[in-house]
């Protein structure tokens, strides 16, 4: 830190992204992208667009929005497209709930909505998950602030059904509940269906996982046209031009092939649920989950010991510190032939 940051932002503490490592070719099993690549098409769009690339993007990102519409069935206005989903996020906690707004979200979810609460000097407050990691919607019930919930969670990888989500809406109809479907195309059940009901839901979703654009940064939210405005606002005043072109096009090609995206998801979960057997075979505790990714522990090696020992094999998983969960690793499910290498290191680690 240099002796000019403002006060506000010296004592941040700022996110941790997962290890993107450079020193050598790694199973990369830690930060949920997609083990396929980009469809024909996709690569095709992006290419094209890169000619262009001396013309600003359109800051209205129409053609997307338009193919994204039409695909989950709402209108244009409806649909808000962003730099990665992140940047959704982070204008949600400033349109609603900022200084001294209150935010209500789990004690054990997706590690940015603390940063993003405390970037905005937001008054949060962390609700802890039930001792099996599930969330009870009950507790999020007739709040005073913005909720925040990632179905699935993250790095659970549990999800809440609509109907439980349904509530929360219910209950507090003077505030926006965010419901962030990072993971959603992993199995889970999607709250789109709601937005025509509910002013306040605004469903965030991304192309970083489902759809292997995780370079390319694309994040998209669906809701009430109202609050779509409200993140316009925001991002009129900060940058308009926040998505580029090559990965506007990029995008709009992914909805063409959507077809394929979602038999890449189908491939996934069939893995995801391979391996769990597996580990479980292995005497691990598994969470079932609707998510690209297993959150699993052994009581023959901790959560630590098993992400070091696997990184020394080439095989990078994610642990986390958090005392509930550091008895854990959460591990991305990728390709077959990688959860073969993934389940014969463990064998290796634990001596089998
Ligand atoms: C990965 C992830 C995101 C953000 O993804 P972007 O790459 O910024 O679109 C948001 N929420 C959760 C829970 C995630 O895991």
Redesign the pocket.
């Known amino acids: 830190m240099s002796r000019y940051l403002i006060d506000t932002y010296r004592s941040l503490e700022v996110y941790t992204p997962g290890e993107q490592p450079r020193d050598m070719q790694y199973v990369k099993l830690n930060t ?1 992208e997609s083990p396929y690549p980009p469809s024909p098409a996709v690569i095709a769009a992006a290419s094209g667009e890169a000619g262009r690339l001396q013309l600003y993007s359109d800051p209205t990102c129409a053609a997307l929005r338009d193919v994204i519409a039409g695909l989950y069935g709402v209108e244009r206005e409806n649909v808000y497209a962003s730099n ?4 959704i ?1 982070n204008f949600a906690f400033m349109a609603f709930a900022g200084r001294g707004g209150r935010a209500y979200f789990p004690d054990i979810t ?1 590690g ?1 909505y603390k940063v993003f609460g405390d970037l905005h000097g937001v008054d949060y407050t962390e609700i802890p998950l039930e001792d099996d990691f599930t969330v009870d919607p009950a507790k999020y019930h007739g709040k005073d602030g913005l909720i925040v919930i ?1 179905n699935p969670n ?1 790095p659970t990888g549990l999800a809440l059904s609509v109907d439980a989500i349904e509530g929360i809406l219910k209950t507090n109809p003077d505030h926006v509940v965010v419901v ?1 479907e ?2 959603v195309d992993f199995g889970a059940d999607s709250c789109v269906k709601l937005v025509s009901k509910y002013p306040n839901l605004l469903v ?1 979703q ?4 489902s759809r292997s654009m ?1 370079g390319a ?3 998209f939210a669906i809701a009430d046209a109202g609050l779509i405005a409200d993140l316009d606002r925001i991002r009129y005043s900060t940058n308009p031009y926040n998505v580029n072109r090559m990965t506007m096009a990029a995008g709009a090609a992914a909805i063409g092939d959507n077809d394929y995206y979602m038999q890449n998801c189908r491939k996934i979960e069939a893995t995801r649920e391979a391996a769990a057997e597996r580990l479980r075979a292995l005497g691990f505790t598994v969470i079932p989950s609707k998510a690209n990714f297993l959150f699993a522990k052994s009581d023959r090696v901790d959560g630590e010991t098993l992400y070091l020992e696997l990184k020394k094999r080439g095989v990078l998983v994610r642990h986390f510190t958090a005392e509930r969960i550091r008895d854990y690793d959460r591990i991305t499910v990728g390709t077959p032939e990688q959860m073969d290498i993934l389940i014969q290191k463990i064998s290796e680690i634990l001596g089998d």
């Open positions: 949920n990665g989903s992140d940047d996020l997706y940015f990632a993250a962030d990072a993971y965030c991304t192309f970083s996982k995780a940064r694309l994040g």
